[in-house]
């Protein structure tokens, strides 16, 4: 496995400074990364979906972006081919397919589909460098994704650091950066859908606790019979306590199924086409299951109170 150090700058980078990072000691390849080169326009279902265009090295940058070929090859792109992120599974362009591009300089042309990708935001449409230089024969890098070895990428993080001190305009990116940018955007995501979820186990509790409520009032002649014949304050409590628990419990295990469906559905439909599997959150669901449970039994604290000190004349009384 590999870990890729992208170094980037606001404009671009220094050519002196490319050679000398890719003479740096761990360092197994590297890939230039020409970014604003134009434009795909690929007809996904249907529709122009417009692609931005990166152009690099091939095929030596697979290793360094981290490039997934599905179909086809980088090997023989030409200054007339161009590789895509596959979206023929919804209606994209296949290989052989011809997509027009309009460069830099303005100009339009048709290039053929010599490859398929996987999805990688580097990389949605990608050329070689040759037609980069053929629009602009001194364009620059802005950005040198660097391919290191297991246990490297610190050591040659820190030399590329001491490299690039002279340049205000040039920052290292941690390795796998991209998968860490990913991560903490989901996790913001979970924490908004856990803080919602924490409102609605609020109003779960004031609901359970308004039903057992209102169930009381309705049944205060009931209540006041059991008492009558010598049904105690204590069962009574017991009586809506019970209630609340199989409450409580009926409605964690519904939602727990019917999230179980949901993210069951959504994840096998992701991973289709991958080796991934569902991951089952034994823990995560057996501390749901105690906290549904639990939350029935609080809720049921102040309707239990309540029927148990119903004066028993007044509640047979009760109309």
């Known amino acids: ?23 740096t000691d761990g360092v197994d390849a590297t890939a230039p990364v020409y970014f604003g080169v134009g434009s795909a326009e690929p007809l996904v279902g249907g529709e122009p979906a417009p692609l931005f265009l990166t152009g690099t090295r091939l095929p030596d940058a697979t290793g360094p972006l981290d490039l997934e070929v599905t179909a086809g090859s980088l090997a023989d792109l030409g200054a007339d081919g ?3 992120v596959d979206l023929v599974g919804f209606g994209g ?26 999805l990688n935001l580097f990389a949605l449409a990608v050329v070689d460098d040759a037609v980069v230089f053929e629009v602009d ?39 796998n950066f991209l998968a860490g940018f990913l991560r903490s955007f ?21 609901g359970i606790a308004n039903t057992l409520v209102l169930a009381t009032i309705e049944r205060t002649r009931e209540i006041g019979l059991l008492r009558a014949v010598g049904m105690t304050r204590a069962q009574v409590r017991a009586t809506i306590r019970t209630e609340a628990f199989l409450l409580g419990a009926f409605g964690t295990v519904i939602g727990m199924l019917c999230g179980l469906f949901v ?43 309540r029927a148990a000190r119903i004066p028993v004349l007044e509640a047979i009384a009760g109309e």
């Open 1 to 23: 496995e590999t870990i890729e150090v992208p170094v980037v700058a606001e404009g671009a980078l220094d050519p002196d400074l490319v050679e000398r990072i890719e003479a």
């Open 82 to 84: 161009i590789a895509l």
């Open 93 to 118: 362009p296949a290989l052989g397919e011809e997509v027009p591009v309009t460069l830099a300089d303005g100009s339009r042309r048709p290039m053929t589909v010599k490859a398929l990708l996987s």
């Open 137 to 175: 024969p001194d364009a620059l890098p802005s950005t040198l994704a660097v391919q290191v070895g297991p246990g490297r990428a610190a050591g040659v993080q820190d030399h590329i650091e001491a490299l690039i001190a002279p340049y205000s305009t040039v920052e290292v990116l941690p390795g």
């Open 186 to 206: 989901f996790d913001a995501i979970i924490s908004g859908i856990n803080g919602l979820l924490a409102i609605a186990v609020v109003i779960a509790v004031f």
């Open 263 to 305: 993210a069951v559905t959504v994840t096998l439909t992701l991973l289709t086409d991958s080796d991934g599997a569902f991951s089952w959150p034994l823990t995560e669901l057996v501390v749901i299951a105690v906290l549904g449970m639990a939350i029935g039994l609080v809720a049921s604290v102040v309707p239990a109170r």
